[in-house]
């Protein structure tokens, strides 16, 4: 006998919604592997959005510490109106931004050692390990302008790259996440890769005259291969 009733399928932001609170509420029963889930799940975003505002490494990773210090001591007032996620990441803006403006009543940008402004780069892994030492270097030296470019983005428009580009968030998630409007984060990354292209271009110029090198290993590999095809190889 067949029967007419028919049931909904849960949508992905249903099945989310559950997941979310199937985590928080093993995480109110101080359940280690709900709190691991949390972090492991969260930490980069967090870590990201926290270094795009302070710009420091170790004031980032103090952030997001602090994040889960906070959302873990107060998972009451987690009503899952927006995702674990968003939750979790407005906190960490909030507490970046209250430590960027404490740090700003404390030290002037202009009393800072130019080395150290230098040194407050994002640290991204290599999209691969190479074993060529020129393309490894030359790799380096254009993430390090990237990071540099990223960096010197003005706070809103850097935010919003961070949420969009390197998160990978929806313009509805980041608009509920830096609370703006869809229209305006649409203009904001807009600007962001406008920026971002224009110093890019001007700073990758003497690296791309080292693109593509052809020295060191490679070099002699080809070196010996064609000595040895000649019948001159040792």
């Not at 509920?176 to 305006?184: I, N, Q, S, V």
């Not at 406008?194 to 002699?220: M, Q, T, Y």
């Amino acid at each position: 006998m067949s029967s007419n009733r028919h049931y909904a399928t849960p949508s992905p932001s249903d099945t989310l919604a559950t997941t979310d609170a199937e985590l928080v509420r093993r995480a109110k029963a101080r359940e280690e592997a709900a709190v691991r889930a949390i972090m492991q799940g969260n930490n980069r975003r967090l870590y990201r959005l926290a270094r795009g505002v302070l710009r420091n490494d170790s004031d980032a990773e103090d952030v997001v510490q602090e994040t889960y210090v906070r959302a873990f001591t107060h998972l009451d007032s987690f009503r899952g109106d927006s995702s674990l996620s968003t939750w979790l990441s407005r906190i960490a803006i909030n507490e970046a931004l209250g430590r960027l403006r404490r740090r700003r009543l404390s030290v002037e940008l202009g009393e800072l050692p130019q080395d150290v402004l230098e040194a407050q780069i994002i640290q991204f892994p290599l999209s691969s390990v190479s074993g060529d030492p020129e393309k490894s270097m030359a790799q380096r030296e254009i993430q390090r302008v990237v990071e540099h470019a990223i960096d010197e983005l003005p706070e809103p428009f850097r935010l919003v790259f961070i949420a969009r580009v390197m998160e990978g968030m929806n313009v509805e998630e980041t608009a509920a996440l830096l609370e703006l409007k869809p229209e305006t984060v649409k203009t904001r990354l807009h600007r962001a890769r406008s920026l971002l292209r224009d110093h890019v271009e001007r700073k990758i110029g003497p690296v791309v005259l080292e693109a593509f090198p052809f020295a060191g290993h490679r070099c002699e590999r080809l070196t010996e291969a064609v000595l040895k095809r000649l019948g001159m190889g040792a």
